[in-house]
């Protein structure tokens, strides 16, 4: 019963430094996103797709690269880490037609020194 | 941008005691979807509305679509210890190649004994 697996839980980089965020799911869900949380804030919207090989820009895509090679697979990039990307990242995923119901991994907390 | 208003920014509750949350919006929505997140966990959907006037339980939780369709409202009745978390609302909006879901900024909800 994994639902959607974030890896790693926890990780500090320095600035300028490049990583990525793994997202997986299990639930055969076309539709997958990324969200970054910040006291105040809310969630915003990173990127996002639709099904493998699709992918789109939210509200606040700068900094961050993905990809969609597999309908499992949702992968986040950051090429070159600034403080500002200090944040607890959520990668979400859902079934197709009229459902908004996001089922959430269990994040990753990201400082950037 | 943000399109959802969520009041209040935090409470502070004895057990016991019931809770009212709610959110509004300048834009009209046909879904209003509230969740719950638990300290270094992601959120976990709770009650989903569809129906302008529509109120829907889950226990002690109860929600409701407001009238207007700007605006809904969270209820907790004889809060227990595991209520603590943050509280989102949350609607979708038409972006890009799919509805995405728009976060509000979160009901930090503390309760004491």
């Known amino acids: 019963n994994a639902g959607v697996t974030q890896t790693p839980k926890f990780q500090v980089l320095k600035t300028g430094q490049s990583m990525t965020l793994q997202c997986a799911q299990d639930?055969?869900?076309?539709?997958m996103s990324w969200y970054r949380q910040d006291p105040g804030m809310g969630l915003r919207l990173i990127h996002y797709?639709?099904?493998?090989?699709?992918?789109d820009q939210g509200e606040v895509p700068n900094g961050y690269n993905v990809s969609r090679s597999t309908t499992e697979d949702f992968p986040l990039r950051l090429l070159s880490a600034a403080p500002s990307q200090t944040s607890v990242y959520f990668c979400a995923s859902r079934g197709q037609g009229y459902n908004e119901k996001l089922f959430f991994g269990s994040g990753t907390q990201l400082s950037v020194l | 941008g943000q399109q959802l208003n969520q009041s209040p920014q935090s409470m502070f509750i004895q057990e016991g005691e019931d809770v009212s949350m709610n959110c509004t919006s300048s834009?009209?929505?046909?879904?209003w979807l509230w969740y719950k997140q638990e300290p270094g966990e992601g959120p976990v959907l709770l009650i989903a509305l569809y129906k302008a006037g529509e109120l829907t339980s889950n226990g002690r939780l109860t929600a409701q679509f407001g009238i207007t369709r700007k605006d809904s409202f969270l209820n907790i009745s004889a809060s227990i210890p595991s209520d603590v978390g943050i509280y989102f609302c949350?609607?979708?909006?038409?972006?890009?190649?799919?509805?995405?879901?728009?976060f509000g900024s979160g009901t930090q909800l503390t309760v004491l004994p």
């Open positions: 797709s639709v099904g493998a090989g699709i992918t």
């Open positions: 834009s009209i929505f046909n879904t």
């Open positions: 949350a609607g979708p909006i038409s972006s890009g190649s799919a509805r995405q879901l728009t």
């Open positions: 639930m055969n869900h076309e539709y």
